[in-house]
C-alpha cells in the first residue's frame, strides 16, 4: 500500500487538521468532525448541512462556504457519520431559519439523518430534509433501498445554498432542493478499483482489460462488466442510460446543467476528452447544454472512472446556479 498518510486510523482527522490550515475561513472542529461556515449563525438566513463518509472529497466538506453548505460532518471512510455530529453541526450555524438537511440515499446516512433530525427538532431547531437518489444504473443495492445518491448532490447543494444566500424561507429552500433532485440523473463507470486505508488493497476485482458500468461510489458492483471501452463509447452508454431516465422537458424544451465528474484518479486530460464525447452525443440527441462543470467532485478515494449527471434546468434554476459562490472547491462570481 502506497499512501501519503501517516495511519488509516488517523487520516479523516489529519485531513480535518490539514483543511483547517488551508481554509481558515472554515471553523474546523477536528475532534468531533465538523466543518462549518464562521458567519453561518448570525446571517439570519436558512442553514444546510450535509455529510456522509469520507472518502468522496471534496463532497462534502470542500462546498462549506458562501452559496451552498453551512456545515458539513465528515464521517470515517465509506461511513457516514453519527447524529450527534449532525446535531453539532445544526445548532452551530441554525441562524433561526431552520436547518434543511441534504442527504444522499444510503441506508447509514438516511437512519442517522432521520434520528439527528428528531433529536435537533427536540432542542428547538427546524428541520427540513431532501434525499438525493439520482444514480440510474441500479437500485436496491448493497447500500440502499431504491437508487443511489451521487452527483447530483452537487447540484443541490449548489442551487439550494444560493437559494439560502438570498434569504430564501427553509420551505422554499427544501422545495428547490427536491426539485432539482427530481430533475437530476447520473451514471458511473469504473476502470479501476478503489483501495481503502484500512483495508490496503482494491475493494474490488477488476481484472485488466475490463470496466465496471454503472459503478456506485464506494465501489459497490454495477450494471455489467465489459471490456474495456473508448471514451466515445463509454459516453454512448453513460449519456444514454441518464437520458433514458431522465424527465422530459417542459413543453418549450430546456436546456441540461452537465457534470463531467472524475472518480478520483481520473486526470483531467482524460476527463476533458470525455467531456467531448459526452458533449457530442448530447448534441446528436438534440439536448441544449446551458452550464457544464468538470472535473473531480464526488470521488471515490483513488477509483479511476467518471460520471456524467445532468440537470433538467429552467430560468430559475440556472439563475441560482450562477449565483456567487465560494467554497473550498467550488468559486465564481465573488
Keep these: ?173 427544501a422545495a428547490l432542493a427536491r426539485r432539482v433532485d427530481e430533475a437530476s440523473r447520473s451514471f458511473g463507470v469504473a476502470l479501476s478499483a478503489c483501495t481503502t486505508p484500512a483495508k490496503g488493497s482494491p475493494t474490488f476485482e477488476l481484472p485488466d482489460g475490463q470496466l465496471e458500468l454503472g459503478i456506485g461510489i464506494h465501489g459497490e458492483p454495477g450494471r455489467e462488466r465489459r471490456p474495456m471501452m473508448t471514451a466515445a463509447q463509454i459516453a454512448e452508454v453513460a449519456v444514454g442510460a441518464v437520458l433514458e431516465d431522465l424527465p422530459d422537458p417542459a413543453p418549450t424544451g430546456g436546456p441540461v446543467l452537465a457534470l463531467v465528474n472524475g472518480m478520483g484518479a481520473t486526470p483531467l486530460l482524460e476527463l476533458y476528452g470525455f467531456h467531448a464525447e459526452v458533449a457530442r452525443v448530447l448534441a446528436e440527441r438534440g439536448v441544449p447544454v446551458a452550464r457544464t462543470l468538470v472535473g473531480n467532485y464526488v470521488t471515490s478515494l483513488d477509483m479511476a472512472g467518471c460520471s456524467v449527471t445532468l440537470c433538467r434546468a429552467d430560468e430559475e434554476l440556472l439563475r441560482l446556479w450562477d449565483a456567487p459562490v465560494q467554497t473550498a472547491a467550488l468559486r465564481w462570481g465573488r
Excluded: W
Excluded at 444510503?106 to 435537533?120: I, P, S, W
Design 1 to 173: 500500500m502506497r499512501m501519503l498518510i501517516n495511519s488509516p486510523g488517523t487520516v479523516v482527522a489529519d485531513a480535518l487538521r490539514g483543511m483547517a490550515a488551508a481554509h481558515p475561513q472554515l471553523d474546523v472542529d477536528v475532534e468531533r468532525r465538523v466543518v462549518a461556515r464562521r458567519d453561518a449563525r448570525g446571517s439570519g438566513r436558512v442553514a444546510l448541512v450535509s455529510g456522509g463518509g469520507s472518502g468522496h472529497e471534496p463532497l462534502h466538506a470542500g462546498f462549506v462556504g458562501y452559496g451552498m453548505l453551512s456545515a458539513a460532518c465528515p464521517g470515517e471512510v465509506f461511513t457516514s457519520p453519527v447524529p450527534d455530529q449532525m446535531v453539532r453541526a445544526a445548532a452551530a450555524v441554525d441562524g433561526g431559519q431552520g436547518v434543511l438537511f441534504v442527504v444522499k440515499n444510503y441506508t447509514g446516512d438516511v437512519l442517522n439523518f432521520q434520528m439527528a433530525a428528531e433529536l435537533a427538532e427536540e432542542e428547538g431547531i427546524r428541520i427540513e430534509s431532501v434525499l438525493v437518489d439520482d444514480d440510474v444504473a441500479v437500485t436496491d443495492s448493497l447500500y440502499t433501498a431504491g437508487r443511489r445518491g451521487t452527483g447530483a448532490t452537487l447540484f443541490v447543494e449548489r442551487i439550494a445554498g444560493a437559494a439560502a444566500e438570498e434569504g430564501a424561507p427553509l420551505e422554499r429552500v
